[in-house]
């Protein structure tokens, strides 16, 4: 009785510093028991002793102390010693050895299998320690990936569930959106105005319940862990204006996110928005040669100085394609001849936002290319052979959307000096020396003329202006989207567009196939019509700002008289 009634209460010593739970398994039980019986009596000797002291008024001495300390020692090590079974190693799966309690984080750890020891410790850990759970996106080719008219893109939204989650739906999300905003002086404080014009917005669900008007929608549970939901887009075979970020307060963005709604409208999860650059197909026209001729006059824009000519074998250029022309220049005056030439190839940006006052415009140039000419001797008339291969870095496509608009000119400097009788330089006549410059409207494509017929569907491609397809997602686990079983849409509208009157014998006729196919690169198998037409949606704002603040956007806008959508 004794040995048990030690071994109950040694259990509240488990926590005393150097206690070893390896002594008790190398000492009998028996010797132990022995000890504890006789350290036991002495106990009580000294305890009576003590107190016959304090009845007589008697003080204990440093002796006294030290004994009882030592005594006291010797009986918690010899209660801790009863903790474990005699003889015997405790092993993880003995389910009688009792639970020890951590001070430090209040958690209580057992003696059980490593996984309820994993289970228990997560269970048991404050929400501090948890980090929130986090929704992505993955795109198949990563960043890589350009956007192009007919193409598919997939990938997987993926949740990283660290907690148990309730929610009814998870959805992603493909919008392309033009935004201008401009900083505009009005009297004595300024004002940023931005338009946002977002061309298209689509969204489907990858996981959840369906969506309904009428009633609210049940959700799920998500257990922690993650999750991957795969999706497929594809896009329509229409053009819309690049991805840009320029002028400044100027963009086109064509951007995807996530979203994970909560149970009965509570706060979900949105992942961060992904950007990814989109080219449309623009392809050169076949070839022609066509000269620009110039008269270039001094400062005074009334003494002219030289006719220049120039010769180009073509009007559109491709990024990396060999570029060539023909420059020719002529003197005026007497005694000048041509010392230098150089080329420079420059991106304008041009950006617009109609305001009630007027037209806000804001412009930038970019120096893509500068080469320096090689001028031999000549006595005021040289021709100069051009040879570059076009760059590709910083290089899109010419186009003009609603408030952004790109284009490219080759500028051409031209220096010359004055000769005097013998031939030579006349360092004395400093004034007489000059240089001018013009400019060479060039367009750029991404596509060679000579690749017309090699993509499929290209010569179908629509204007963004002109048609009203947007993106389409679709079954993941397709090749392409399935077509409609019912073309009664797309058969009324093309029955108004020819007059037809009544969308049924529109929708024979486009059923009725012709006498003879027409080629293949005419034909669209592959991208029907799409049941529901894209809408476009506009946004105006406008705050007050401190003269000087927001310079992220630039200087002070231009204000014109004109309103007028039109470049």
């Not at 984080?105 to 003696?111: N, V």
């Not at 329509?236 to 963005?253: E, K, L, R, Y």
């Not at 008339?381 to 959307?401: C, D, G, K």
């Amino acid at each position: 009785m004794n040995i048990t009634n030690t071994t109950t209460t040694g259990i509240h010593y488990l926590s005393i510093p150097g206690t070893s739970a390896s002594s008790s398994q190398n000492n009998p039980t028996a010797s132990t028991s022995s000890r504890s019986s006789n350290e036991g009596r002495t106990t009580s000797n000294n305890n009576g002793r003590d107190r016959r002291r304090r009845s007589r008024g008697l003080s204990l001495s440093i002796v006294d102390i030290v004994s009882s300390t030592t005594s006291r020692n010797k009986r918690n090590s010899t209660s801790s010693n009863h903790s474990a079974p005699p003889s015997e190693t405790p092993t993880a799966s003995s389910s009688s050895s009792p639970p020890r309690t951590n001070n430090n984080t209040g958690s209580t750890i057992t003696t059980g299998t490593n996984n309820s020891m994993t289970n228990l410790d997560y269970m048991t850990r404050p929400p501090c320690d948890i980090e929130p759970s986090e929704l992505s996106i993955e795109i198949e080719g990563g960043q890589q990936l350009i956007i192009r008219p007919n193409r598919i893109i997939r990938g997987n939204v993926i949740l990283k569930a660290t907690d148990t989650l309730q929610a009814t739906q998870i959805r992603i999300k493909f919008r392309a959106e033009e935004v201008g905003t401009v900083r505009v002086r009005e009297s004595t404080f300024e004002r940023l105005d931005q338009l946002k014009r977002t061309y298209f917005s689509v969204d489907t669900k990858v996981w959840g319940s369906e969506a309904s008007d009428f009633s609210i929608k049940i959700w799920e549970t998500l257990e922690p862990g993650e999750h991957r939901f795969p999706f497929a887009l594809k896009f329509p075979n229409v053009n819309f204006p690049p991805s840009i970020d320029d002028p400044t307060g100027f963009s086109i963005h064509y951007i995807w996110s996530a979203h994970l709604d909560g149970a009965g409208f509570q706060p979900g999860l949105r992942s961060r928005e992904y950007v990814l650059p989109y080219r449309p197909i623009i392809c050169a026209p076949p070839s022609q040669e066509w000269y620009v001729k110039e008269t270039l006059y001094k400062s005074d824009k009334k003494t002219p100085m030289a006719h220049v000519t120039a010769l180009l074998p073509q009007h559109a250029f491709c990024p990396d394609e060999p570029f060539h022309m023909n420059l020719h220049v002529e003197s005026i005056p007497n005694g000048m001849i041509i010392t230098g030439a150089m080329l420079s190839l420059k991106k304008h940006y041009e950006g617009r936002v109609v305001l009630q006052e007027g037209t806000a415009f804001k412009s930038s140039i970019r120096q893509i290319l500068r080469s320096t000419l090689s001028v031999t001797g000549n006595d005021g008339n040289v021709s100069i052979p051009i040879q570059f291969q076009m760059p590709t870095r910083l290089v899109s496509p010419s186009f003009a959307s609603k408030n952004i608009r790109v284009y490219y000119t080759l500028t051409i400097h031209i220096q010359s000096e004055n000769v005097g009788r013998n031939g030579l330089i006349n360092t004395m006549k400093r004034p007489n020396n000059w240089s001018g410059q013009f400019s060479i409207p060039i367009a750029i494509a991404n596509l060679p003329n000579d690749h017309l017929l090699r993509i499929p569907d290209l010569t179908s491609i629509q204007s963004y202006m002109r048609s009203k397809e947007s993106p389409q997602f679709f079954d993941p686990s397709l090749e392409e989207p399935p077509l409609p079983n019912n073309h009664s849409f797309y058969s009324s509208t093309q029955g108004e567009e020819r007059g037809g009157g009544e969308g049924e014998e529109a929708f024979m006729m486009m059923n009725t196939p012709p006498l003879q196919s027409p080629p293949n690169y005419f034909s669209l198998p592959s991208m029907p019509s799409s049941n529901q037409e894209r809408t476009e949606k506009v946004e105006f704002k406008s705050r007050g700002l401190k003269p000087g603040f927001s310079p992220a956007y630039g200087d002070l806008a231009i204000i014109s008289d004109v309103i007028d959508d039109e470049w």
